[in-house]
């Protein structure tokens, strides 16, 4: 079946230590996005890729960092410098110029600093 | 693109019709509205969207005023399964790649 894969569901870290998290879809969409939800918010859009080797700056881009290489992979690196990483972060992707514009999400990684 | 208004929570008893809306009276001409349930700790799942007709799925009624600048989510007969925070977004069909996602409704279903 179709659909995007994040890896993994659950992350501890101590203070000071970059973490990797995992997005992997088959969708063969063109475009993806990492998103950060805290306790009862709506998400915020960390950073965009619409094709590969290329990404954007999302609202909250500070303190992250992301890579795409691959159409079907595009990892977030949530560094030292992201002050208060804990939280739950969502991958999407989408067709980008697709009829339908839906974006499918993966399950989630949700992250905590110790 | 443009941003949307919703009521932080509201009740539906079992069975029963939820009406969910969601004010969006700065949409642009070219972006559709959808809308997105997440069920707690998982990711959000897509429901429906619509341009400026009513829409009708097996989830989901979306009914959208004449002027666009409203909108409401029916689902015809709530279950407790359909706990869940209900966002109502807008975005072009191409392009849209910074869809902002407010804090949506939580609804509860209550038996």
């Known amino acids: 079946d179709g659909g995007i894969t994040q890896s993994p569901k659950y992350l501890f870290r101590k203070e000071g230590q970059n973490v990797t998290l995992s997005c992997e879809q088959n969708?063969?969409?063109?475009?993806m996005y990492w998103y950060r939800q805290d306790p009862g918010q709506g998400l915020r859009l960390i950073y965009y890729?619409?094709?590969?080797?290329?990404?954007q700056k999302g609202d909250i881009a500070e303190g992250y960092s992301v890579s795409r290489e691959k159409k079907e992979s595009f990892p977030l690196t949530v560094t030292s410098a992201q002050k208060n990483p804990t939280a739950f972060y969502l991958c999407?992707?989408?067709?980008?110029?697709?009829?339908?514009?839906?974006?499918?999400f993966g399950e989630g990684s949700r992250l905590t600093v110790l | 693109d443009a941003k949307t208004t919703q009521p932080p929570s509201m009740d539906c008893a079992e069975g029963r019709a939820a009406n969910l809306p969601c004010n969006h009276s700065?949409?642009?001409?070219?972006?559709?509205v959808y809308w997105y349930r997440q069920i707690h700790s998982q990711g959000p799942q897509y429901i429906i969207h619509?341009?400026?007709n009513n829409e009708t799925n097996e989830m989901a009624s979306l009914i959208i005023t004449e002027d666009r600048k409203s909108s409401t989510l029916i689902l015809p007969h709530a279950t407790l399964r359909d706990t869940a925070v209900y966002y109502c977004?807008?975005?072009?069909?191409?392009?849209?790649?910074?869809?902002?996602f407010g804090a949506g409704t939580r609804l509860f279903v209550k038996a």
């Open positions: 619509g341009l400026k």
């Open positions: 890729s619409q094709i590969v080797n290329d990404f």
């Open positions: 969708l063969n969409h063109d475009a």
């Open positions: 700065t949409i642009s001409g070219n972006e559709y």
């Open positions: 999407a992707s989408t067709s980008g110029t697709g009829l339908t514009g839906e974006l499918f």
């Open positions: 977004i807008v975005r072009p069909n191409t392009g849209g790649f910074k869809t902002i």
